[in-house]
């Protein structure tokens, strides 16, 4: 089993719609969870941190379930310039150390 | 630019030769992490340092691949005799040590094509 899983998508959705991403993670010794943005051979880049309670960033709300060890993304009246691939990253314990564990993304394309 | 830095951007080289990036992280990140991405995947953990030390390393990482933080600041990964599946974006990333600010910041990549 990979440490993390997402479906790959992508998921093709108009503007305006809500949409829904999930992650699991192998690992429920990991601490500190991301969700981050990557547009078209660009670096990945911060969306959000994700908290124990759940929080909400303007159109974006993230949550996390630890027992059942998933993440999810809540993206909310969605724009066309929302299409871009969306990596769950929790930090997953590798020896000593904490890493930030990347999955292989899921891609998101709005359509107008 | 306070970002993560990398050079080269981009580097074509033919097959069977060695190949070196460098990474200049955020200042005062003593954390430095190095990752390799193809196509269609999400970035692949390679290597781990928490200043000059090399904390981890992956296993899938083969005995072609070192690399080093001599002073704590700067890091570089240098790839010998390079294969055609080492083609990929190598990225770096940084952050800080506290519990409350680990976030990783990415610098843009270095392309790697080996023909």
């Known amino acids: 089993r990979k440490e993390v899983e997402q479906d790959p998508g992508p998921f093709n959705v108009p503007e305006g719609a809500t949409v829904a991403f999930n992650c699991t993670y192998s690992n429920s010794a990991s601490q500190s969870f991301f969700w981050y943005r990557q547009d078209c051979r660009k670096e990945p880049k911060l969306l959000m941190s994700?908290?124990?309670s759940g929080n909400e960033d303007g159109r974006f709300t993230a949550q996390l379930n630890r027992a059942s060890q998933y993440i999810s993304l809540l993206i909310r009246d969605s724009k066309l310039s929302d299409s871009a691939t969306y990596l769950c990253v929790p930090f997953i314990r590798k020896g000593g150390s904490y890493i930030p564990t990347f999955g292989r993304g899921t891609s998101l394309i709005v359509h107008p | 630019d306070t970002g993560v830095s990398q050079d080269p951007r981009h580097k074509i080289t033919k097959r069977g030769q060695n190949v070196t990036f460098r990474c200049d992280p955020i200042s005062e990140h003593n954390r430095l992490y190095w990752y390799r991405q193809t196509l269609g995947q999400g970035p692949e953990f390679l290597t781990y340092?928490?200043?000059?030390?090399?904390?981890?390393k992956s296993r899938l990482l083969s005995d072609r691949f070192s690399a080093e933080r001599p002073k704590g600041s700067f890091s570089t990964l240098e790839i010998q005799r390079t294969e055609q599946g080492d083609s990929a974006m190598y990225l770096c990333?940084?952050?800080?040590?506290?519990?409350?600010?680990?976030?990783?910041?990415f610098g843009e990549g270095s392309w790697l094509t080996v023909v």
């Open positions: 994700v908290y124990s």
């Open positions: 990333a940084s952050s800080t040590d506290s519990v409350s600010g680990n976030t990783i910041y």
């Open positions: 340092f928490q200043n000059e030390a090399q904390l981890e």
